[in-house]
């Protein structure tokens, strides 16, 4: 548990939410378990499997984190676009305004 903590303090991974961090652990702590059984123990470095284990469980959980988020993003433009299109609604209309704020938020 430790070693997912050390892992989560570098610098790929600190400007995350404490409860996507919460969740990288969980899925971390996760796939060891499930990868003990691929385990061999002829390994002279079982330190360095662990932590090449959680950095990969890492990056896979973010890459599914990000893949979520860039459909919510292609959503919210395709709303605004049709929103866009009708004659009664303008782009100045609260809710247009919102969702403008929320892309702009994810491409920072």
């Known amino acids: ?47 360095s499997w662990c932590s090449t284990s959680i950095f990969n469980s890492y990056l896979t959980c973010l890459k599914k984190y990000y893949k979520q988020i860039n459909i919510k993003k292609d959503l919210m433009q395709k709303l605004l676009s049709e929103m866009e299109s009708f004659p009664g609604i303008n782009s100045a209309t609260s809710l247009s305004r919102s969702i403008k704020q929320y892309i702009e938020e994810d491409a920072d």
């Open 1 to 47: 548990m430790a070693l997912t903590a050390k892992i989560l303090n570098r610098s790929e991974f600190r400007n995350y939410p404490r409860e996507l961090k919460e969740d990288l652990q969980g899925f971390a702590w996760y796939k060891l378990i499930r990868g003990l059984k691929n385990y061999d123990f002829n390994f002279t470095n079982p330190f």
